[in-house]
C-alpha cells in the first residue's frame, strides 16, 4: 500500500495549521484504508526540547498507521522564476510519499527555478506548493489545483486569497505570483514577476 506525507511547520515549538493537517490526513486514510483509527496529529507528534526555538519541517509518515515523525531545520528555497510545463496526466490528489511524477516534471526547469504545471490548459501548482496570482486587488488561486493545500486552505478561510479558474492565457492578467505550502509564511514569501513565469 502507498505511504503518505503531511509536513507541518514548526516555529519556536509551535505546530502551525495542525487542524488542516488533521483533516487531510483523516480524508486521506479513510479513502485508502479500511477500518482505520485516525489519530490527532497534537497527540502523536512530541516536539524535542532542542526544537523549541527556530525553524524546522516536521515530516509525518503515514499508511494505515503513522509510521514515522522525522524534524529537521528548514531553509526556505529561493523561487524567482518558473518555466510552464504541460502535463494532461498528472494526478497528485493525495500528498504520496512517492513524488517520482512531480519530479520528473521539476527536472524540466531549464534555468528557471520551478516548474508551473498546466493540465489541460489549466494552472495548477508548482512541483510542491501551490500558487497565487496578485491582480492588483486580490490574490487568487487556481481552482484546478493538484493537491489540496493545508496554507491554501487555511489563506482561503481567513479570505486572505479567492479561488478562480485561470487558463495559461489568463496569465497576462496577473502582475506576479507567490508560492504558498505549509512551510512558508504567505506575508513574508516574495513576488515572482509575472515576466519571470515563461
Known amino acids: 500500500m502507498p505511504l503518505f506525507i503531511e509536513t507541518l511547520r514548526l516555529f519556536n515549538g509551535q505546530l502551525s495549521n495542525i487542524r488542516f493537517h488533521n483533516e487531510r490526513m483523516y480524508r486521506t486514510q479513510l479513502h485508502h484504508f479500511e477500518g482505520v483509527q485516525v489519530k490527532e ?13 527556530g525553524l524546522f519541517k516536521c515530516r509525518v509518515t503515514y499508511g494505515f498507521s503513522i509510521e514515522k515523525i522525522e524534524f529537521e531545520p528548514y531553509h526556505p528555497r529561493t ?53 497565487v496570482f496578485w491582480d492588483e486587488r486580490q490574490w487568487v ?33 496577473y502582475v506576479s505570483a507567490r508560492i504558498i505550502n505549509s512551510m512558508l509564511d504567505f506575508e513574508t514569501t516574495p513576488h515572482i514577476p509575472l515576466r519571470s513565469i515563461f
Open 79 to 131: 523561487i524567482q522564476s518558473l518555466r510552464v510545463v504541460e502535463a494532461n496526466d498528472i494526478s497528485y490528489s493525495f500528498k504520496y510519499q512517492d513524488r517520482s511524477s512531480l519530479n520528473a516534471l521539476a527536472a524540466q526547469k531549464g534555468t528557471a527555478d520551478d516548474v508551473l504545471i498546466v493540465k489541460n490548459g489549466h494552472l495548477t501548482d508548482t512541483s510542491y506548493a501551490n500558487i
Open 41 to 53: 496529529l497534537a497527540q502523536e507528534i512530541r516536539i524535542p526540547q532542542n526544537l523549541q526555538l
Open 141 to 173: 488561486t487556481p481552482t484546478t489545483f493538484l493537491l489540496a493545500g493545508t496554507q491554501r486552505a487555511f489563506l482561503l478561510e481567513q479570505g486572505k486569497i479567492v479561488e478562480k479558474k485561470i487558463r495559461t492565457e489568463d496569465l497576462p492578467k
